[in-house]
């Protein structure tokens, strides 16, 4: 195989980094579809609970073992949790670009 057909095996945006700091549904699916396509991303969350969606069960499905949302939106990614309430963690937001308000810095 040749180094082109390597490199699209690897997919359309190998190489590029993504830094998703979305919550629920969105942003997540947006950046989940990015590392589909190749792209290293990493998610980075709210130390005190993470994603909301981390709390979203499957409905009327009793004993899940598994969050199917969360599965879903957070595929193809790597994750590190941000204490935004210690002045070195609200430095990691500023630095990565901007803290989200839902996190009531």
């Known amino acids: 195989m040749d180094d082109d057909a390597r490199a699209g095996a690897r997919g359309a945006l190998h190489g590029i980094e993504v830094v998703e700091m979305g919550i629920w549904v969105a942003g997540p699916a947006a950046a989940a579809v990015l590392g589909d396509w190749g792209a290293d991303v ?29 599965e879903l939106d957070n595929r193809s990614k790597r994750s590190v949790t941000v204490n935004v309430h210690v002045p070195e963690g609200r430095a990691v937001g500023w630095w990565i670009g901007t803290i989200q308000a839902n996190w009531q810095v």
């Open 42 to 70: 990493i998610k980075v969350e709210n130390r005190a609970g993470g994603d909301p969606i981390r709390g979203l069960m499957a409905l009327g499905i009793p004993n899940l073992p598994i969050n199917p949302a969360l």
